[in-house]
């Protein structure tokens, strides 16, 4: 099995310039996705699919959804060889274009009732360009922000690349009431999709002002280069990749819960709006521009896997709760469950596992290893919104709330089963160790 290097890379100096552009351009891409998903649940059951039934709708609107979270390991496999042998770069300039370039196209896109079938046959083709951009990006970013990070604060870093997913959900559904708010008809769905073009483009001139990662200048000047780095990390690290996939199971299959599902569940169950779910989420990636930061400070100082299991915990406690508080109907309680769900469950677990799941392989085949467990276990999450739609019609909201609190109980098991990274964590271990050590022998 690999075992990361004992010596981390030099830090560059201008970790915040560099953390700041993977931020921006992550912001960028995870806007991009997730309009579809606020799109898929609340429009597109209706006009991209003739049926007259809305929980079939919603189902085969779910399926497209899935379609992009099946992409993703074709998208992390793409971005970790070429992000281990190119450089981390050059991956994160294509992803965001292939993204972007999909997303508008989707916003053009003819319905159902203009052109028949080949409506969601165009959906689903530009759903899976989308998926392979998303699982292209992350591994990158991360990797980008931590490699020219000191080592002491690599949490912290690590982190701001992760603002850029509630900073794109907070643009996504902001976007989305103010589009319904001065729009009518299909444009409320198209130009959330159109002004994308604008936001790719300021993505890509900030990331082109940034340097390769020091790290992967290191391997290069070392000849350090493997040939098949993906490969070599699914025969020798495997079982890292499937502790990875378990523990992103609260994160991001409870985060589609949360969001995606919600939304629908809110009206096929006649509790509330979709507009309260989308503002409870607002409000939660609001608080997540800065609850990430602390989340990321404080596993520099106490440790990764304290900070993951409080998430992990906590979406075990909660996922009955959550309903109960939305099932209410109150548009405050709503928001408050939303928020809850994202900040206390969400944003520890996804806020170190940038830090945590890098720290975990060597350089050389670093990009390889993260970005196939990260998007592996988007497999997964991309069809928990369907399993979740299933489950409430056949035994009520009990269904998703129980799936929320086993994630969380997946999760939690794996962090058990991780190492712990972070230096200062590590080193308080090693002292006490050989302080007992020392009073066993005398």
Not at 43 to 53: P, Q, R, Y
Not at 72 to 79: D, F, K, M, S, T
Not at 179 to 203: C, D, K, Q, T
Not at 258 to 269: D, E, Q, W
């Amino acid at each position: 099995m690999n075992t990361p290097t004992a010596t981390p890379p030099a830090p560059t100096g201008r970790p915040f310039r560099v953390a700041f552009a993977s931020m921006i351009g992550s912001a960028v891409e995870s806007y991009d996705f997730f309009i579809y998903g606020t799109a898929a649940a609340a429009w597109f059951g209706k006009i991209f699919f003739h049926t007259n039934d809305p929980l079939v709708g919603i189902a085969a609107s779910f399926a497209t959804l899935a379609v992009g979270f099946l992409m993703r390991p074709l998208g992390g496999y793409l971005a970790g060889h070429y992000g281990d042998r190119l450089g981390r770069r050059a991956v994160l300039l294509w992803s965001l274009l292939a993204m972007g370039c999909a997303t508008v196209l989707i916003g053009a896109l003819p319905t159902y009732d203009q052109v028949g079938v080949a409506a969601p046959i165009l959906l689903i083709l530009l759903r899976m360009v989308q998926g392979v951009g998303f699982g292209a990006e992350w591994g990158g970013a991360v990797l980008m922000a931590c490699e020219h990070a000191p080592a002491a604060r690599r949490g912290f870093f690590g982190a701001v690349p992760q603002l850029g997913i509630p900073m794109g959900l907070l643009l996504a559904n902001g976007t989305f009431l103010l589009s319904g708010a001065w729009f009518e008809g299909n444009w409320i769905w198209r130009v959330p999709f159109l002004i994308s073009f604008v936001m790719v483009a300021i993505g890509i001139f900030i990331r082109l002002s940034v340097d390769e990662s020091p790290a992967f200048e290191a391997i290069k000047a070392e000849k350090k280069i493997v040939r098949q780095p993906a490969m070599q990390v699914l025969r020798s690290d495997w079982r890292m990749i499937f502790r990875i996939i378990g523990l992103r199971m609260a994160e991001t299959g409870g985060y589609y819960i949360t969001t995606s599902f919600m939304l629908s569940y809110v009206v096929l169950a006649h509790v509330s709006t979709t507009r309260n779910v989308l503002w409870g989420t607002l409000i939660g990636s609001l608080i997540g521009l800065v609850s990430h930061l602390v989340y990321g400070a404080l596993s520099d100082r106490v440790g990764r896997r304290p900070v993951f299991l409080c998430g992990a915990l906590f979406t075990v406690a909660f996922g009955v709760p959550m309903f109960l508080l939305i099932n209410t109907g109150s548009a405050v309680m709503v928001v408050t469950a939303i928020s809850l769900a994202l900040l206390f469950s969400h944003d520890p677990i996804f806020a170190v596992e940038s830090s945590w799941f890098s720290e975990q392989f060597p350089p050389n085949v670093r990009s390889s290893g993260i970005s196939l467990g990260y998007n592996g276990a988007s497999v997964v999450a991309g069809l928990l919104p369907i399993v979740a739609t299933a489950a409430y019609g056949v035994v009520g909201w009990i269904g998703p709330a129980l799936m929320f609190s086993v994630l969380g109980l997946i999760s939690a098991g794996c962090a058990l089963a991780m190492r712990e990274t972070a230096p200062a964590a590590v080193a308080r271990k090693q002292a006490v160790s050989s302080i007992s050590h020392g009073v066993s022998i005398r």
